[in-house]
């Protein structure tokens, strides 16, 4: 409803095999592990970014410890049940409709409402970069000089974002999301 917050968790949580979730992918630290409800980090990230195409209100968001493959450097939001949500607020006059499906395994996603969003576009600024580390794990299974990337790693960086929202009108503003820290994903 117009003025109402959305929060993920609240909505959707906790991510428990009683309410239907499945092992998956999920960061401990700085390694990737397997945990039930890993990888609803997808949702509140998809949600992030139309949110924020829509020019909604964001109220709260976190960003991954790592680097996530599936966006952008500075376009991902992480939660966890009790700790972290992602939350944002209705700003329009009329309420909206999230739409949701899984389809082969790809999240579609979108807002439906009375109001037309505005053109917006991302804007990314690198502060620095940490190039991402190897790891070797011995396998005797292989051949000598046979290497298999069993984890592709992913740089660590600092990154300020903000979109430009352009109106029907064409009057534009630029808007600051925030600043991101992402340490790196080693290679493994």
């Given at each position: 409803?117009?003025?109402?917050?959305?929060?993920?968790?609240?909505?959707?949580?906790?991510?428990?095999e009683?309410?239907?979730?499945?092992?998956?992918?999920?960061?401990?630290?700085?390694?990737?592990?397997?945990?039930?409800?890993?990888?609803?980090?997808?949702?509140?990230?998809?949600?992030?970014?139309?949110?924020?195409l829509?020019?909604?209100?964001?109220?709260?968001?976190?960003?991954?410890?790592?680097?996530?493959?599936?966006?952008?450097?500075?376009?991902?939001?992480t939660?966890?049940?009790?700790?972290?949500?992602?939350?944002?607020?209705?700003?329009?006059?009329?309420p909206?409709?999230?739409?949701?499906?899984?389809?082969?395994?790809?999240?579609?996603?979108?807002?439906?409402?009375?109001?037309?969003?505005?053109?917006?576009?991302?804007?990314?600024?690198?502060?620095?970069?940490?190039?991402?580390?190897?790891?070797?794990?011995?396998?005797?299974?292989?051949?000598?000089?046979?290497?298999?990337?069993?984890?592709?790693?992913?740089?660590?960086?600092?990154?300020?974002?903000?979109?430009?929202?352009?109106?029907?009108?064409?009057?534009?503003?630029?808007?600051?999301?925030?600043?991101?820290?992402?340490?790196?994903?080693?290679?493994?």
């Amino acid at each position: 409803e117009p003025g109402a917050i959305f929060s993920q968790n609240k909505e959707i949580g906790p991510y428990s095999e009683e309410n239907g979730f499945k092992e998956g992918p999920t960061y401990v630290g700085a390694k990737v592990s397997t945990t039930i409800g890993g990888g609803v980090c997808k949702i509140s990230s998809t949600l992030y970014n139309i949110a924020v195409l829509a020019n909604l209100e964001i109220v709260e968001r976190h960003n991954h410890n790592m680097p996530v493959p599936y966006v952008p450097y500075g376009q991902d939001a992480t939660v966890a049940y009790g700790a972290k949500d992602f939350r944002f607020k209705n700003n329009t006059d009329f309420p909206l409709l999230i739409w949701a499906k899984g389809i082969d395994n790809r999240l579609y996603m979108a807002f439906y409402g009375r109001e037309s969003p505005p053109d917006v576009k991302w804007q990314h600024q690198f502060l620095n970069r940490q190039k991402a580390p190897v790891i070797y794990k011995t396998n005797p299974n292989l051949s000598a000089n046979v290497e298999n990337i069993l984890l592709e790693g992913m740089d660590g960086v600092t990154v300020n974002s903000w979109v430009i929202i352009t109106d029907k009108e064409g009057s534009a503003v630029r808007k600051f999301l925030g600043t991101s820290y992402y340490n790196p994903m080693p290679y493994l």
